[in-house]
């Protein structure tokens, strides 16, 4: 009965009401930390959209900086359950959100919702919002900078800007991304790292380095902001 119930719809919704206390107990209890705004405010300023990637162990962090900006911001989960629920919880942050998954833009036409979630981002980037991706997500490997990101910044013309995040507090769960599970009364810490463009006419040699610099763009700018919040990465 209790594993019938834990599958329930009924089970999540609780999961995620008492997600979205704990994550408004987290936002009112911690100081934000911005490194690198202009490469977002530069990256806006072009006008084709902003592709904004971050590790899927942050994604408990990208809520709180949704305040910076007024630009529209639309982010990428998964359609399984784990997906509703954090849609869910993070109802009251202003996001909007795209079903589907990074592991699926690559072949958007092997899956209707991998073709449904393409035709979403492009249409938000073609209005100059934002979209948030992790490319490792939404099962890994960890830390891998999924192609898909990079082909439709090549299809939108958008800039894709690695960010990278971190708390002072909070520990690594033992989970396929060895998730970051942020605690009250902690300092949070982002950083912006070097923006990229994709040329239209890119060939697959091309997006493979692309993607390449791309996956060490961002686990730099991830570990710029674990020194800034004194996390040791090697624990």
């Known amino acids: 009965m209790l ?11 609780m999961a995620a009401g008492v997600g979205a ?3 408004r107990l987290l936002d009112a209890t911690s100081a934000k930390t911005i490194v690198g705004r202009e490469r977002f405010d530069e ?12 590790w899927h162990s942050r ?9 910076e900006t007024d630009a529209e911001i639309n982010m990428l989960i998964s359609t399984h359950r784990d997906g509703e629920m954090i849609a869910k919880a993070v109802r009251g942050f202003g996001i909007r959100f795209i079903r589907g998954s990074s592991a699926n833009l690559r072949k958007p036409d092997k899956s209707k919702h991998g073709a449904s979630a393409v035709a ?24 891998v900078f999924q192609a898909g990101a990079v082909r439709l910044a090549q299809r939108s013309g958008a800039v894709i800007l690695p960010a990278g995040a971190s708390s002072s507090r909070g520990r690594r769960l033992n989970s396929w991304d060895r998730f970051l599970l942020a605690t009250p009364f902690a300092r949070f810490f982002y950083v912006a790292g070097e923006p990229m463009t994709v040329p239209e006419d890119a060939d697959a040699e091309t997006i493979e380095r692309l993607r390449a610099e ?21 624990e």
């Open 21 to 23: 206390l704990y994550l």
């Open 3 to 13: 594993k019938s119930f834990l599958k329930s719809q009924a089970a999540a919704s």
């Open 214 to 234: 791309l996956q060490s763009r961002l686990s730099a700018a991830t570990k710029a902001a674990d020194e800034m919040a004194g996390r040791d990465e090697t």
């Open 59 to 67: 994604l408990i962090l990208a809520p709180f900086v949704r305040r």
């Open 120 to 143: 979403q981002m492009l249409a938000a980037l073609d209005r100059g919002e934002v979209v948030a991706i992790t490319p490792d997500g939404p099962r890994g490997p960890a830390e």
């Open 43 to 54: 990256a806006r300023a072009r006008g084709r959209g902003v592709i904004l990637t971050f």
